[in-house]
Nanobody, 123 residues
């Protein structure tokens, strides 16, 4: 069982930066692949980034590649999403998720979800 809690969302102007954190409970955090997803009003939840559990290899959606950076600190049971050069179209609720075997770009593959944190980018 893993419980996830996101933080770090807020209101920022276009071109600005935010750093999201996702703190996980439990002592087996390093066994989980982790992902960040987002959902804008009226849209489906979409993949943003993911990180593997062992090598820390990261994968990004094309829409955020080069602007967002995902990382994990297994000692702190935390994953991060550094978001730079933010655009109004990045406005959404951002969720972190944990997958017990590997990571995936598909939300239906994840076992555990946080409650989400709102990111609003003004133009």
């Amino acid at each position: 069982q893993v419980q996830l809690e996101e933080s770090g969302g807020g209101l920022v102007q276009a071109g600005g930066s935010l750093r999201l954190s996702c703190a996980a409970s439990g002592r087996t955090f390093s066994r989980y692949g982790m992902g960040w997803f987002r959902q804008a009003p009226g849209k489906e939840r979409e993949f943003v980034a993911r990180i593997s559990r062992v090598t820390g290899t990261t994968y990004y959606a094309d829409s955020v590649k080069g602007r967002f950076t995902m990382s994990r600190d297994n000692a702190k049971n935390t994953v991060y999403l550094q978001m730079d050069s933010l655009k109004p179209e990045d406005t959404a609720v951002y969720y972190c998720a944990a997958k017990s075997d590997g990571s995936s770009s598909y939300p239906e593959d994840y076992n555990y979800w946080g409650q989400g944190t709102q990111v609003t980018v003004s133009s």
